[in-house]
Nanobody, 127 residues
């Protein structure tokens, strides 16, 4: 069973940057479409960005387009989320996720199709 673990979260000031990493074990990540989701207490989990198994196709939520970049290194079994120009509205618990490679990044993000979730990591944007 695939296991996912996020790292790189923390506290950052508005306008700052963070890079989240998601390391997979128990399987090879190149067999999965992967994505990042986030959740604020009391709200539904929402998609941030998804990426195809080969890394060529990506999907972004409108709220993060132009600020966030998703990428992956299958040789390292790792997916990344580079977050720039962070604002307080980006504060949330961020989750890494994986879905079968037959699911497109758009479907994974828009329909929240997920087989495996990471435990989540807190990102706080505050001065």
């Amino acid at each position: 069973q695939l296991q996912l673990v996020e790292s790189g979260g923390g506290l950052v000031q508005p306008g700052g940057s963070l890079r989240l990493s998601c390391l997979a074990s128990g399987g090879t990540l190149d067999r999965y479409t992967t994505g990042w989701f986030r959740q604020v207490p009391g709200q539904e989990r929402e998609a941030v960005s998804c990426i195809s198994s080969g890394g060529r196709v990506t999907n972004y939520a409108d709220s993060v387009k132009g600020r966030f970049t998703v990428s992956r290194d299958n040789a390292k079994n790792t997916v990344y989320l580079q977050m720039n120009s962070l604002n307080p509205e980006d504060t949330a618990v961020y989750y890494c996720a994986a879905e079968t490679l037959r699911t497109t990044p758009q479907d994974m993000c828009e329909k929240l199709r997920v087989l495996y979730w990471g435990p989540g990591i807190q990102v706080t944007v505050s001065s």
